[in-house]
C-alpha cells in the first residue's frame, strides 16, 4: 500500500538546470496535484490535474510544467531552475469525497 | 476569494489539551479537514468533517464546526510529545472540488 509515491527526496540544481520530478499514485484516484511549501507560507498550488488528460493552473504555475502520463502518473518539470524555485514539493492525489493523500516530499535546493 | 486562516503557533504543557482553530470563508464548503505534518514527513490526514455536521469525535480528537460562524476546531485531549507537529486546516470548495489549506499551526508541546 504505496499511496502517493515522489521520486527524489533530495536534489540539488545550479541555476539554470532542468529536471523533472516523478510522482505516482496506486489508489486509482483522478485528481492529482503538485505543491510548494515554503516557510511561512503554507502549501501554494503550482499545478493540478482532475482527470487523465487535463492539467490546469494553479496559484503560482510560473516557471514549471506538467504531465499527467496517465491515470497513475504526474510529474512536475523545472525547464530552468532558478534560486526562488528551492523548496519542498509535494505531491497528491484525491477523490471527491476523502481529502488528499500526500507523498513524502522533495527537497530541492536550487544554487 | 477564498481563504482559510489559523494562528501560526500554539505552545501547550504535556498533558494538557490543545485547541487548535481555524475560520474559512467559503459558506458552501462541502467538508472540512485537519491535517498533521511531523517534521521531514508529508501532511497525514488527521480527521474530516462533513459540513451538515457540528463535532465529530475520533478518540483523543474532537473537531467542531459552527457553520454559521464559519469556525473550524480542533482539540487534542492528553496532548502528548508525539503530537508536536504542524496542523493544517483546510476546506473542499463545492464549486470545483479543490481543497484550500491554512498556513498551518505549529504545535509546541513544553515538559
Known amino acids: 500500500n504505496a499511496g502517493v509515491t515522489q521520486t527524489p527526496k533530495f536534489q540539488v540544481l545550479k541555476t539554470g538546470q532542468s529536471m523533472t520530478l516523478q510522482c505516482a499514485q496506486d489508489?486509482?484516484?483522478?485528481?492529482m496535484y503538485w505543491y510548494r511549501q515554503d516557510p511561512g507560507m503554507g502549501l501554494r498550488l503550482i499545478y493540478y490535474?482532475?482527470?487523465?488528460?487535463?492539467?490546469d493552473k494553479g496559484e503560482v504555475p510560473n516557471g514549471y510544467n506538467v504531465s499527467r502520463l496517465n491515470k497513475r502518473e504526474f510529474s512536475l518539470r523545472l525547464e530552468s531552475a532558478a534560486p526562488s524555485q528551492t523548496s519542498v514539493y509535494f505531491c497528491?492525489?484525491?477523490?471527491?469525497?476523502?481529502?488528499?493523500?500526500f507523498g513524502s516530499g522533495t527537497r530541492l535546493t536550487v544554487v | 476569494g477564498e481563504d482559510v486562516e489559523q494562528s501560526l503557533f500554539l505552545s501547550v504543557r504535556e498533558g494538557d489539551s490543545s485547541v487548535i482553530n481555524c475560520t474559512y470563508t467559503?459558506?458552501?464548503?462541502?467538508?472540512l479537514y485537519w491535517y498533521k505534518q511531523e517534521p521531514g514527513a508529508g501532511l497525514q490526514l488527521l480527521t474530516y468533517?462533513?459540513?451538515?455536521?457540528d463535532m465529530k469525535q475520533d478518540q483523543r480528537l474532537t473537531v467542531l464546526l459552527n457553520k454559521k460562524d464559519k469556525h473550524l476546531s480542533l482539540r487534542i485531549a492528553d496532548t502528548q510529545t508525539g503530537d508536536s507537529a504542524i496542523y493544517f486546516c483546510?476546506?473542499?470548495?463545492?464549486?470545483?472540488?479543490?481543497?484550500?489549506f491554512g498556513k498551518g499551526t505549529r504545535l509546541h508541546i513544553l515538559p
Open positions: 467559503d459558506s458552501s464548503s462541502t467538508y
Open positions: 490535474s482532475a482527470s487523465e488528460g487535463t492539467t
Open positions: 483546510a476546506e473542499r470548495l463545492n464549486r470545483d472540488d479543490k481543497i484550500i
Open positions: 468533517i462533513f459540513s451538515n455536521m
Open positions: 489508489m486509482n484516484h483522478n485528481s
Open positions: 497528491a492525489s484525491s477523490e471527491p469525497v476523502g481529502g488528499y493523500t
